[in-house]
């Protein structure tokens, strides 16, 4: 069982064509990571942004004309 494993593990090691496939899913994973984490933060900016507009917007409402 182990030996069955340890060549399932380095298979990679043997065909060049499925390390860089692997080393290309890498880093595809790492951009895609990476553009979520600035989308969310992008969202978050624009979440507080318009909190502050309602938040503006409604104490202009309540002020006496």
């Known amino acids: 069982m182990a030996k069955a494993l340890i060549g399932h593990l380095n ?10 496939e692997n080393a290309r899913l890498r880093n ?9 984490r600035r989308l969310s933060e992008e969202n978050d900016t624009l ?7 309602i ?3 409604d104490a202009q409402d309540l002020q006496p004309a």
């Open 55 to 57: 938040l503006n917007s």
């Open 11 to 20: 298979s990679d090691l043997r065909d060049p064509r499925l390390a860089l």
């Open 47 to 53: 979440m507080s942004a318009r909190a502050a507009e």
């Open 28 to 36: 595809r994973v790492a951009e895609l990571e990476s553009l979520v």
